[in-house]
């Protein structure tokens, strides 16, 4: 078990790239952090740097540490805040931490057996963007987050929570809006609302690896309003978009949801920070995977074929909003 300090230290020094920048910021002499990382080594019976002058290089071992330490320092972290907290009968609440793809409604559902189940403790919500989100968690703001898709991370543990039936929200006049289900195969030549470009979101490449299985290359065009409800897209890109609220009036009248066919499921990935313990959290996930075992294989074998596809197909869109360069699952 690696010393708590020399760990903390050490992932200084791996940031920085230097034990004279790790030094400065952790207000040590340069002697003494350099002593600290060679007695983690020598604990570790591994040489975690490569000595390049006065640049330093993870090895092979030292990049293990760095992934696996950084959630055991947050993990630390939260256990001795909680355990303050315990000790001064100062009451938390149970932070739920969720992206805006998941409404404030689809979130509570998801947890809900969790709030009935513990009626003393308090719950309170947030909506975060996906990379904040994770952040958030890392750090203990957030006990624990939802997320849609099924994204892969060594940052922190995940799993499928649960899922939600996925709809089209049509401007009131659309050609498809009278009827009472869409075949998804009608909606090849529509243009389609995103809150993120393919590529930079797991649920963008969901969706639109929903429409290519059904036959067709998907035209898009990503939102310039980001955060709000996802039943107002067609108000603001005159498109129409994936939601997961439920069929009939949405926005008082100017939107209306109607279901999908064939049925599309899509995932609600519940995140949490390694190394820690929650009842609440155990009891949803056991619950989940009672749920959801099945659908979680079906998710698993799209989101494969996906980047399957997305090798040979080329993107087709116009890009009005969003934030290049983050994933915003």
């Known amino acids: ?29 340069q002697q003494a952090l350099s002593s600290s990382i060679q007695q ?8 975690l740097f ?5 640049r330093l290089r993870l090895t092979r071992a030292g990049e293990v540490l760095l992934v696996e330490g950084r959630p055991l320092l947050a993990a630390a972290h939260t256990i001795a805040a909680r355990v303050e907290q315990t000790a001064h009968r100062a009451d938390e609440a149970y932070v739920i931490g969720h992206t805006p793809a998941l409404s404030g409604i689809e979130a509570y559902t998801h947890v809900e057996r969790a ?46 929570l649960g899922f939600d039936r996925v709809r089209l929200a049509l401007p009131r006049d659309h050609r498809l809006a009278g009827k009472a289900s869409v075949d998804i195969s009608d909606v090849a030549g529509e243009r389609i609302a995103l809150w993120a470009p393919p590529g930079a979101s797991y649920y963008s490449d969901f969706l639109m690896g929903a429409c290519r299985r059904a036959g067709f290359e998907p035209d898009y065009v990503v939102s310039r309003v980001q955060g709000a409800a996802t039943v107002a897209a067609p108000l603001t890109t005159d498109a129409i978009a994936f939601v997961t609220a439920p069929a009939g009036a949405a926005m008082d009248g100017r939107v209306v949801v109607v279901d999908l066919q064939p049925e599309l499921l899509v995932g609600a990935q519940a995140l949490w920070q390694r190394h820690t313990h929650s009842a609440i959290r155990d009891m949803l996930l056991a619950d989940g995977r009672r ?18 596809q997305r090798q040979v197909l080329p993107p087709q869109g116009h890009d009005k909003g969003g934030r290049a360069g983050q994933r915003r699952g």
């Open 115 to 160: 709030i009935t189940a513990f009626p003393d403790v308090s719950f309170t919500f947030r909506q975060f963007y996906p990379d904040a989100l994770v952040e958030a968690v890392l750090d203990g703001t957030v006990h624990l987050g939802l997320r849609r898709g099924v994204v892969p991370t060594s940052a922190v543990a995940t799993a499928v």
């Open 40 to 47: 983690l080594e020598k604990q570790l019976g591994a040489t």
């Open 1 to 29: 078990m690696p010393d708590l300090r020399r760990l903390r230290q050490f992932v200084a020094v791996a940031d920085a790239g230097s034990v004279t920048a790790a030094a400065a910021a952790l207000h040590l002499s």
């Open 50 to 54: 490569h000595r390049e002058g006065r």
């Open 291 to 308: 749920d959801s075992h099945d659908e979680i294989q079906a998710c698993v074998r799209d989101e494969a074929a996906d980047d399957a």
